[in-house]
């Protein structure tokens, strides 16, 4: 049992493949089973186990680990809807020699283990499944999910049934999106994976820690990079993406336009817009959007960036601005929470991992799309999703901190993509390291903290 971080993420699809390929699924199956048992003897210390079991290969894993569990001494009981439909399950039933309860009638337990339904899951449960599995579960202390939580789309992390909470989910083989997209992720508890050595390939993975640019003896503050941020109507967005830049790593930054504010940074150096102050050539990324506005002064800013050449990350209002189709002769990261998302790239089909890669493929553009499962994606087809944010990072002014954050790690040479990924992941431990109920000022702060 290991965490997920930094583990591939594989489609239903994409891991009935990688079980192909392996060519042994029964064992396969005794390799999971032996996981699940293993874990549940190390966390359950001797408390009766009720393990449900439904009629595919996620109900066969819940037969051999109930088999493994029972050989070594552990009180297990299994409770079922009917009898098992795979070859490989109804394997796995035949060699557990106790008896088979009927889900309907099964007394709980205080551990209670949901092997009812994985990755085949294709259509909201039976009601008296989701009746049964609800009682069962409100009635345990233990919460368990083999792979994932029976009522949960693997692919896009939808509920088909409501899903009761679990303490614990045992992802076997890989991390699927659901164990990363909400709101099946926010019914999971723990997400530990369950190696079966199927060695499983994908362009999209869980966060990893992220290397940072450090300065070195030959740093100055122009090569650590050089921001510019563009400022607008409101003038305190793009102040805190501006000093977020400055504490993120950033050698150098320029504030372009809008007031000096009492008690602001004296380190952000300040001069009124013009769109000649870009061209100076030690400017390694452009921040615009934070408290930009939507009007024609704000559009003209936007065009003059955009024609700057300049890496741009382009965020807030700039992203109401923004023509995502036309060309550009810059890399450039767009950082929409949903609703731009969805403004900037109309509703779309498919998880928040298809629909942020579609963005960055249609767009030429890293696309950081926000949220409590912030999907990056980079228009090679390459995905991370992060985990570890906090959810006290809902209120204003957390996005252009993640603004300027991601501005300095793009001005420091990291390609767009390792800039999105280590800005996300900055943010992500600068709020947790806050604690609750902080402000974008102190996330800001924080930065510098947790570098
Ligand atoms: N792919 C792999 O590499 C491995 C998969 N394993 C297990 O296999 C699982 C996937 O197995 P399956 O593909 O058999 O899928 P499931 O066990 O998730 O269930 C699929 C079965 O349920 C039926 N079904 C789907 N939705 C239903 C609903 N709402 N009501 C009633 N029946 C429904 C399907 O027709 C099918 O018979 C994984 O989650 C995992 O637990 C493991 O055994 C180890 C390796
Ligand atoms: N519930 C949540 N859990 C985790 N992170 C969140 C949550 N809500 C928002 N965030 C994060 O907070 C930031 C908010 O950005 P944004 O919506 O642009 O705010 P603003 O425009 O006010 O600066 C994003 O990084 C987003 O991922
Ligand atoms: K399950």
């Given amino acids: 049992m290991s965490p997920i971080t930094g583990t591939p993420i594989l489609t239903a699809a994409e891991m009935r493949s990688a079980e192909a390929a392996h060519g042994d699924s029964a064992f396969l199956m005794e390799q999971a089973g032996q996981g699940i048992a293993g874990a549940i003897r190390r ?10 079991c439904g009629p595919g290969n996620n109900g066969g894993d819940g037969y051999v680990a109930a088999r493994l569990l029972r050989e070594q001494g552990h009180a297990v009981r299994i409770a079922a809807a009917g009898e098992p439909k795979s070859d490989l399950a109804r394997a796995a039933r035949t060699r557990w020699d106790g008896p088979v309860e009927p889900l309907a009638e099964a007394q709980p337990a205080p551990v209670l283990v949901d092997a009812l339904f994985g990755t085949g899951l294709s259509r909201p449960l039976p009601d008296g499944v989701a009746t049964d599995l609800h009682r069962l579960a409100e009635a345990a202390r233990f919460r368990v999910a083999i792979d994932l939580p029976s009522g949960v789309a693997s692919d896009d992390g939808c509920c088909l049934s409501m899903v009761p909470r679990f303490d614990l989910t045992l992802a076997l083989g890989s991390a699927k999106p659901a164990h990363l997209l909400y709101p099946a992720a926010g019914l999971m508890g723990e997400v530990r994976l369950i190696d079966l050595g199927l060695a499983p ?4 993975s869980v966060m990893r820690r992220a290397d940072l640019p450090e300065p070195g003896p030959a740093s100055h503050k122009y090569s650590r990079g050089m921001v510019a941020v563009v400022a607008g109507r409101m003038g305190g967005a793009a102040e805190l993406a501006a000093v977020s830049a400055l504490r993120a790593g950033a050698g150098y930054v320029l504030h372009l336009g809008g007031r000096d504010p009492k008690g602001a940074p004296h380190a952000v150096v300040r001069r009124r817009w013009s769109a000649e102050a870009l061209d100076d050539v030690r400017i390694g990324a452009v921040v615009i959007g934070p408290g930009l506005g939507r009007d024609d002064d ?9 024609a700057s050449g300049r890496p741009l990350v382009i965020d807030g209002d ?22 731009e998302f969805d403004a900037l790239f109309g509703k779309g089909e498919g998880s928040r991992i298809d629909r942020a890669r579609a963005a960055a493929a249609r767009s030429g553009a ?51 993509f390792d ?11 600068a709020a947790v390291a806050c ?7 102190d996330l800001a702060a924080a930065l510098s903290r947790v570098r």
């Fill in 43 to 52: 966390l359950v210390a001797g408390a009766e186990v009720l393990i449900l």
């Fill in 201 to 204: 390939v994908s362009r999209a």
């Fill in 435 to 441: 604690g609750r109920s902080f402000i974008a000022d």
């Fill in 366 to 416: 890293t696309v950081v799309l926000k949220g409590p499962d912030t999907v990056i994606a980079d228009p090679d087809g390459r995905v991370i999703v992060a985990t570890g944010g906090s959810p006290w990072l809902s209120t204003a002014g957390t996005g252009d901190v993640l603004a300027g954050a991601t501005g300095a790690m793009l001005s420091a040479g990291l390609s767009p």
């Fill in 318 to 339: 700039a992203l109401h601005l923004l023509d995502p189709d036309a060309p550009r002769g810059a890399p450039a990261i767009l950082t929409p929470h949903q609703g």
């Fill in 298 to 306: 704000a559009r003209a800013r936007l065009d003059a960036v955009l």
């Fill in 419 to 429: 800039a999105a990924t280590a800005a996300v992941r900055l943010h992500g431990r």
